[in-house]
C-alpha cells in the first residue's frame, strides 16, 4: 500500500508564491508517475500537474502553465508544486496522487492523499 502526506499549503496573497510537497511511503510505488489535483468549493476536482518516474516527462495543465512547476526527488521520495504567480482562481485543496505507471497523464490515478488548503486572497 502506499501512503501521500501533503503538506505546505497555506495562505498567501496574490502573485505571490508558494510550495507544496508530498511525501511518498509505503514502498508498493517502485516506479510511479506522480501527479498534482485540486478541488475548489462547488467544483469537481481538476488535473494540475504530472511528472513520470524518472522526472524527465512533465505535463500541467493550461491554466497553471509557465507559472506551476513539478518536481521530485526519489531519494527523498518526494514530489513538489512550486507555486509563482498565484491568483485567487487557483485557491483550493490540492491533492498528491500516484500512478503504477511511470508515464505521467491527466488521470488513471491509483493512490490519493488526503489534501493540503491553498488559499490566495485578493
Known amino acids: 500500500q502506499v501512503q501521500l502526506v501533503e503538506s505546505g499549503g497555506g495562505l498567501v496573497q496574490a502573485g505571490g508564491s508558494l510550495r507544496v510537497s508530498c511525501a511518498v511511503s509505503?514502498?508498493?510505488?517502485?516506479?510511479?508517475?506522480m501527479g498534482w489535483f485540486r478541488q475548489a468549493p462547488g467544483k469537481e476536482r481538476e488535473f494540475v500537474a504530472a511528472?513520470?518516474?524518472?522526472?524527465?516527462?512533465?505535463i500541467y495543465a493550461n491554466s497553471v502553465k509557465g507559472r506551476f512547476t513539478i518536481s521530485r526527488d526519489n531519494a527523498k521520495n518526494t514530489v513538489n508544486l512550486q507555486m509563482n504567480s498565484l491568483k485567487p482562481e487557483d485557491t483550493a485543496l490540492y491533492y498528491c496522487?500516484?500512478?503504477?505507471?511511470?508515464?505521467?497523464?491527466?488521470?488513471?490515478?491509483?493512490?490519493w492523499g488526503q489534501g493540503t488548503q491553498v488559499t490566495v486572497s485578493s
Open positions: 496522487a500516484a500512478r503504477k505507471n511511470p508515464v505521467p497523464s491527466m488521470a488513471g490515478y491509483d493512490y
Open positions: 509505503g514502498g508498493a510505488c517502485s516506479s510511479c508517475a
Open positions: 511528472i513520470s518516474w524518472r522526472g524527465g516527462g512533465t
